[in-house]
Nanobody
Framework: VQLQASGGGLVQPGGSRRLSCAAS????????MGWYRQAPEKQRELVAT???????NYAESVKGRFTISRDNAKNTVYLQMNSLKPEDTAVYYC??????????????WGQGTLVTVSS
């Protein structure tokens, strides 16, 4: 499985940005796609996830500002980011988990795309 993330860049505070991540290879019918981020000198953290059934989960810090969605036909996951803040600056990584049983499965990561929120 390969993941290709895109859409990062420089955006002003209060602005918007849309990230995309296209997955290729063997994607299980039961899977979870998600976005994580890692700011400088911080641990990687969950931003949002979405199941193949389109159940979503968000970090508290992005609720109401970010929206995760997916196109199953294209095996692509999106992250619409609105009202961006300087603290959203990070490298954003996409991930897909091929579910084997329950919530357990195989994880695959994209290469990361840098989002910088600054005036």
């Amino acid at each position: 499985v390969q993941l290709q993330a895109s859409g990062g860049g420089l955006v002003q505070p209060g602005g918007s940005r849309r990230l995309s991540c296209a997955a290729s290879g063997s994607i299980f019918s039961s899977n979870v796609m998600g976005w994580y981020r890692q700011a400088p000198e911080k641990q990687r953290e969950l931003v949002a996830t979405i199941t193949n059934g389109e159940d979503t989960n968000y970090a508290e810090s992005v609720k109401g500002r970010f929206t995760i969605s997916r196109d199953n036909a294209k095996n692509t996951v999106y992250l619409q980011m609105n009202s961006l803040k300087p603290e959203d600056t990070a490298v954003y990584y996409c991930k897909v988990r091929n579910i084997v049983v329950g919530s357990i499965g195989y994880d695959y990561w994209g290469q990361g795309t840098l989002v910088t929120v600054s005036s």
